[in-house]
């Protein structure tokens, strides 16, 4: 049985992880072949997760880390 | 995380409960942006993240002894970040109703896909605009409580669902739908706006296009 494109979207985030299955990748994989528009979603899904994943997309305050350790520093004296 | 890590830390524990109180600071370092990005997720201020993360850190600290070593060092850590944030909502009325009720996964959103017929990637190098980590920044700050924390511990700080599940208390089976729900969302926010950021290529006889 071929699968359509909408079962494909519903695997799209196991497939990204390596969590499908041989036998479903297999299926996608062929339907990727000739569908255009899977390909897209799915490349364009992939490259979102990378972008996010970003250390740049989210930093931490300036001087997080330092107030952070200042913080540690007077529980530690107080212990 | 791996096994060598979980040796170290429970040997930085150890040492600290002995009397090597300074070797906390190492302890808590890998900790620090996951308690701060989870707590941000939940209180969605800066400014509020930041004091929730430093009260977590001192909790962390005068409840070490009582960690089992049975999860992650770093599970333990965000569970307890975690119950800081969930407070902190409580004590201030809940403005969003959502980030209480971790349960429900019927929440409804759209989880089609944007519909493409080609995609350019974007490289990661793009990010020095700094537009293009303001769009992305957006658009996981729009997703609602229960996708967002999500994707900010296993695709962003790369936890595996194991510990993600572990750390948010939630089932396996519900990270990993959370987390097709939150790319499907965030595909379709972003794949349209993030076009523009696609490197110019080459069209023949050098010629760009």
Known sequence: MRIDCKHVWQHISAYIDGDVDAALRAEIDLHLETCEICSAVLDSTRNVVILVADERVFELPAGFSRRLHERIDRELAQS | MDHAKSQLDAELIRRILAGEKLLFHDLIRSCERPIYLLLYSLLRNEAEAEDAAQETVIKVYTNLH??????????????????????????????????????????????????????????????????LAAILRKAIDGLPEIYRNIVLLRDIEEMDIRETAAALEISEGAVKVRLHRARAMLQRVLAPQLKAFAPRRKGLFGGFR
């Not at chain 2, 493409?116 to 974007?122: A, K, M």
């Open chain 2, 66 to 131: 009582l960690f089992r070593g049975d999860s992650q060092f770093r599970t333990w850590v965000l569970s307890i970040a975690r119950n800081e944030g969930l407070g902190r909502l409580r004590k201030i009325g809940s403005r969003r109703e959502d980030s209480l009720d971790a349960g429900n996964d019927d929440q409804g959103g759209d989880f089609t896909p944007a519909i493409l017929t080609s995609w350019r990637e974007i490289p990661t190098t793009a990010l020095e605009q700094s537009e």
